[in-house]
Nanobody, 118 residues
Framework: EVQLVESGGGLVQAGGSLRLSCAAS????????INWFQQAPGKEREAVSC????????YYKYTVKGRFTISRDNAKNTAYLQMNSLKPEDTAIYYC???????????WGQGTQVTVSS
């Protein structure tokens, strides 16, 4: 009955911004992280950014550092991924996950498509 409601994807021009949202419910973890993975065509899924909900410790994939910012709202069990200065290379399906550790993936959201055009 764990539910991850993911939204915010869309089509944007290079240099633009999007804000992804992931709201989690129905889980039993005492401490957990909300994490974003991306899957581009022909590539494996990989972690983009992760945040531990207890203290805000975060991880960023090297290529998005300085452009993406992950944040959390503990009252809403929600994490956000603010994506600025988007590049065509960021085009992928973005999935949110939750798990007991940073960048864990015990449960998956439905995914949201991000397409960056040049």
């Amino acid at each position: 009955e764990v539910q991850l409601v993911e939204s915010g994807g869309g089509l944007v021009q290079a240099g633009g911004s999007l804000r992804l949202s992931c709201a989690a419910s129905g889980f039993t973890f005492d401490d957990y992280a909300i994490n974003w993975f991306q899957q581009a065509p022909g590539k494996e899924r990989e972690a983009v950014s992760c945040i531990r909900m207890s203290d805000g410790v975060s991880y960023y994939k090297y290529t998005v550092k300085g452009r993406f910012t992950i944040s959390r709202d503990n009252a809403k069990n929600t994490a956000y991924l603010q994506m600025n200065s988007l590049k065509p290379e960021d085009t992928a399906i973005y999935y949110c996950t939750i798990g007991p550790g940073l960048c864990a993936y015990d449960y998956w959201g439905q995914g949201t498509q991000v397409t960056v055009s040049s």
